[in-house]
């Protein structure tokens, strides 16, 4: 039985004028697998702190079917809307359209989360669609003193430094660059960075790694720590009375 013999009978006797009382057959259907954003893409790019829209759709179903939003936890989500609405095909048989939307503001921690709408009615339950974030953010920055090992140089040691950005899309080795006391370093791209004989002048300088990537700027900066040995001398005089 299909949508189509949604409809009132009655049986009549093909020799005489007897007919049975009229009867309403009402054919239920469940929902169809819903798509989300029209089913474009099952990776959303979305960006921090900027609010996105998704709508979940499903149609042929009778009655009109229920949805619902789950998150990356999958907890329900409360705050969806919800819309219904009977559309006639075109050979004229009537179902539900159902849709919901769903206002997310992502961040970095919804970064490969995914979002899942549900559909159901009395019929059945429809196949879950899903869509996963993929969160573009700009750098945060971390410089920190890796050699030597403890953060402390002596006079004459090679100094060591790395640059940690967290960004998305991450940064190419030529959107890292590097200074010392604001005065940039000729040449120097990458993640690392080395002073190859610290001396006590360089002792609490500042060096700082500058990161970009197309969502913006941001720096980290760490002070050169440098322990000196120092000699006494000593000078004895005689005096004479």
């Known amino acids: 039985m299909t949508l189509e013999d949604n409809a009132e009978y009655e049986c009549q006797a093909a020799n005489n004028k007897l007919r049975s009382p009229v009867a309403r057959v009402t054919v239920q259907a469940p929902p169809d697998n819903p798509v989300i954003d029209n089913g474009f893409a099952a990776i959303r790019e979305v960006i921090e702190n900027r609010e996105v829209a998704l709508t979940c759709v499903s149609g042929g179903s009778r009655p009109a079917a229920e949805m619902s939003w789950f998150d990356q936890d999958g907890e329900l989500i409360n705050g969806a809307s919800y819309k219904s609405e009977l559309v006639e095909d075109v050979m004229g048989v009537a179902s539900f359209r159902v849709s919901s939307t769903v206002r997310v503001t992502p961040t970095k921690r919804l970064h490969n989360a995914s979002y899942r709408c549900e559909t159901w009615n009395v019929a059945g339950k429809a196949r879950p669609a899903s869509v996963r974030f993929d969160v573009r953010y700009s750098p945060s920055v971390t410089v920190t003193m890796v050699r030597p090992v ?15 950005a967290e960004a998305n899309p991450p940064p190419f080795a030529d959107k890292y660059r590097w200074f010392v006391d604001d005065r940039p370093v000729a ?9 190859p004989d610290v001396t ?15 969502l913006g700027v941001a720096s980290g900066v760490k002070s050169i720590e440098v322990t000196c040995e120092y000699t006494i001398m000593i000078h004895t005089q005689s005096l004479n009375f």
């Open 150 to 164: 403890g953060g402390m140089a002596r006079e004459g040691e090679k100094v060591g430094f790395r640059c940690k």
């Open 187 to 195: 040449g120097q791209y990458g993640f690392y960075y080395e002073l």
């Open 200 to 214: 006590r002048d360089e002792h609490r300088r500042q060096v700082k790694c500058v990161v970009e990537n197309e």
